[in-house]
């Protein structure tokens, strides 16, 4: 029989990862060096996915007013989101701060290639379909983000 587990280190090297991360509210202005951002978003890469399908795409954003055009547009569709929500889930999405999209030096936004060529597309659906929560209007949708580039 294999052994497939980790070692000891590496799990416990995880799992203080794990537990010690945080959500960032404030954001350092200095750019990010161009190989810090290429092995993250190689490790990134790595991950698992539906049927080894890696269905991602990563949109990098450093142009400023990019940023500020994501912005608009993320606070329109946050403002027509909140509508069919109950009154105090409207309030917690309402609450929501998005100057992180201008203060940080850059953006990523990973978006999920729904359509792409995928052995399981059904369940690659289903899972992403599990992502969105119930009380999204139908309609939502990334064509809104189109004719956004850098």
Not at 16 to 32: G, H, Q, S
Not at 79 to 94: G, I, K, N, T, V
Request: aromatic content about 4%.
């Amino acid at each position: 029989m294999t052994n497939h587990a980790f070692p000891e280190a590496w799990r416990r090297g995880l799992y203080e990862t794990i537990a010690r991360r945080r959500d960032m509210r404030a954001f350092l202005p200095d750019p990010i060096p161009h190989e810090t951002l290429v092995r993250i978003l190689s490790a990134a890469n790595q991950a698992g996915s539906v049927g080894l399908s890696q269905p991602w795409n990563v949109l990098v954003g450093v142009n400023l007013d990019t940023r500020t055009q994501i912005r608009a547009h993320v606070e329109q569709e946050r403002l027509r989101a909140a509508e069919a929500f109950s009154e105090e889930r409207r309030a917690q999405s309402l609450s929501s701060k998005l100057e992180g999209i201008l203060d940080a030096p850059i953006n990523l936004c990973i978006t999920c290639d729904q359509w792409a060529d995928q052995p399981k597309p059904d369940l690659l659906r289903a899972l992403m379909a599990n992502e969105v929560e119930d009380e999204r209007p139908p309609e939502r949708g990334a064509a809104g983000a189109k004719g956004i580039s850098e």
